[in-house]
């Protein structure tokens, strides 16, 4: 159980182009769902929390009309790079609770691996 | 001040070696705390949440002391495929921000 799945897993575009990222629990329901950047060597940085129905709350200094994200349903949530630059490239992890359970677990996604050129 | 500061390594050991990795945090008002495994390129995986009592999966224990502000991972008889990268992650009561730390990078030798 608690799987969690990220499509695509692996992505490289042009300069100037947008990227969506979608994020599903498969057999789960979530309310909230995180999306974290990973950058080589380094941990991960949560990004934004992503909640089901209402907007998305935004990390200091992440831009939110460049990192749009949309909650539409309890199993998905979707992160679309705007404009992307090279200086995005980066690892892209999604997470997401379960709604039944009361503990704080996380579980990821495999994540998305963004190439700018 | 880093929320979560984890040694970043490497650990190096040889098969059946008991390894230890400490985890500090800088907000007492932390409430959850875990660790998670980073394989090369992939998510986090959950190794284990840490209790206050303390608590043992298999050759994995953990342990949490509030007071020092740190947890603790011990791995034990080490097999080659704990080789991985360990995550301290902690979260405190308020709000939805989980911190991880930078990660300790295990390497078991055979």
């Known amino acids: 159980g608690a799987v969690v799945s990220q499509h695509p897993s692996r992505v490289i575009c042009k300069s100037g182009t947008s990227v969506k990222i979608e994020c599903r629990s498969l057999d789960f329901q979530a309310t909230t769902m995180f999306w974290y950047r990973q950058f080589p060597k380094q941990s991960l940085m949560l990004m934004a929390t992503?909640?089901?129905?209402?907007?998305?709350?935004?990390e200091q200094g992440v831009e939110k009309d460049k990192f749009l994200i949309n909650h539409a349903s309890l199993t998905l949530s979707t992160l679309t790079v705007t404009s992307a630059h090279p200086e995005d490239s980066s690892f892209y992890i999604c997470?997401?609770?379960?709604?039944?359970?009361?503990?704080?677990?996380?579980?990821f996604g495999p994540g998305t691996r963004l190439t700018v050129l | 001040r880093k929320e979560v500061e984890q040694d970043p390594g490497p650990f190096n050991v040889p098969e059946g070696a008991t390894v230890a990795f400490n985890c500090t945090y800088s907000n007492s008002a932390s409430q959850s705390f875990f660790w998670y495994r980073q394989d090369c390129r992939k998510e986090p995986k959950l190794l284990m949440s840490?209790?206050?009592s303390g608590n043992e999966d298999g050759r994995f224990t953990a342990q949490l002391n509030r007071a020092s502000q740190y947890i603790s991972l011990l791995i034990r008889d080490s097999k080659l495929s704990d080789s991985a990268t360990y995550l301290c992650?902690?979260?405190?009561?308020?709000?939805?921000?989980?911190?991880f730390g930078t990660g300790t990078s295990l390497t078991v030798i055979p």
């Open positions: 992650v902690v979260k405190t009561n308020t709000g939805n921000q989980f911190y």
């Open positions: 997470s997401a609770r379960d709604i039944r359970e009361l503990t704080d677990t996380q579980y």
């Open positions: 840490v209790y206050s």
């Open positions: 992503s909640n089901e129905g209402s907007k998305a709350t935004y």
